[in-house]
């Protein structure tokens, strides 16, 4: 274990900071430190908060950390956050709510840039959610950017997600229930003091009812709250207790940590795969030539990407790893 590995572990916040920020940077030492502290994650317990902008997440978030602290648990915060078209950055609104627990040393709050990434969450989203669980964050919360229906990457990094519906903001049954709606564990109509809250309720239970559990499956509660008073948190958290017990059951907390382990696997081949392709075909000096057939509409690109996956990589790896050069028989060019 190198020395920002150690000190992540004995929970010291700057070599944390230092590490999420060079993950997000893409910086290769980060990676390998990282690889040293996966062994020591999977401890922390992940509540996913999603919705439309202007749910209200953010001051849910910081009720929810409030609560959490009371309880005398140690709190991560990753704040999904719109990218500055200026600096590329995120831009730090979640934090200006936050501010009462930015000198509480139980609470460490990360703000990422989506830097284009789509799903609500953000490309480093899981490393950095990795090195709040190793420095010892017992729960961590993840708030998503906002982007509405296609905001679903994040059932798939979070124990509990909250699916915030506020109403009079056209989030009503029938605009989201194909999406958004669909990745809920909890329910929550934010803002419920506002006129409509109670058909926003109706609209939602009634979509639980009509969809088919098996037995011993959970049900998706439907909880009002105003999270700008404090109202209805308390018995949120009751409610994101009972999931909690429901996910530890033996058989569900397996199945859960097999799909977390999926998904990470398949977002890092991804990237890597992807860059590889790329400095493959521009090594070779056939970046250019496909991308000026596919602008003079000589070829297209769903031919081109599948003869760089069968000659790039299924060749390497049938050859038992041996180096195969990407203008032999039946190449993209």
């Known amino acids: 274990m190198n020395a920002a590995g150690r000190e992540i572990l004995a929970g ?3 070599a944390a900071a230092r590490l999420m ?21 999977g401890r922390a317990y992940i509540l996913g908060v999603t919705g439309a902008p202007g749910a209200g997440k953010s001051t849910l978030v910081n009720r929810i950390t409030t609560r959490l602290r009371k309880r005398g648990k140690s709190v991560g915060i990753v704040a999904i956050d719109p990218t500055s078209p200026y600096s590329g950055g995120a831009i730090l609104g979640d934090r200006i709510r936050m501010q009462e627990h930015a000198l509480d040393e139980g609470v460490f709050i990360k703000s990422l840039a989506t830097r284009g990434h789509l799903g609500g969450l953000s490309r ?3 490393d950095i959610v ?3 669980d190793a420095m010892g964050k017992e729960i961590i919360l993840i708030e998503t950017v906002g982007v509405g229906q296609d905001e679903v990457e994040i059932v798939k990094v979070a124990h509990t997600n909250l699916v915030l519906v506020v109403p009079g903001l056209g989030d009503d049954i029938q605009a989201i229930k194909a999406g958004i709606l669909e990745i809920a564990d909890i329910f929550v109509i934010n803002k419920a003091d506002r006129d409509g809250a109670d058909k926003a309720m109706r609209e939602i239970e009634t979509m639980v009812s009509m969809s088919s559990f098996k037995e011993g499956e959970w049900k998706p509660p439907v909880l009002s709250a105003v999270a700008a008073t404090d109202k209805g948190t308390v018995e949120l958290l009751e409610a994101v207790d009972r999931h909690q017990e429901y996910i530890y059951r033996e058989g569900n907390l397996s199945r859960y940590r097999r799909e977390k382990a999926r998904v990470e696997l398949v977002e890092i081949l991804k990237t890597r795969l992807i860059e590889k392709a ?21 070829k297209d690109p769903y031919s081109i990407s599948e003869k760089v996956v069968n000659h790039s990589f299924a060749f390497h790896f049938l050859n038992g790893g ?12």
């Open 21 to 41: 920020r060079d993950l997000d940077d893409e910086i290769p030492a980060a990676i390998r430190t990282l690889k040293q502290l996966y062994r020591h994650t």
């Open 124 to 126: 480093s989203t899981i």
């Open 322 to 333: 041996r180096k195969k050069s990407i203008k032999g028989k039946g190449s993209p060019r």
């Open 12 to 14: 010291n916040t700057r």
């Open 130 to 132: 990795n090195v709040m």
């Open 278 to 298: 790329v400095a493959d075909l521009d090594a070779h000096g056939l970046l250019d030539p496909l991308l000026a057939d596919m602008a003079n509409k000589r």
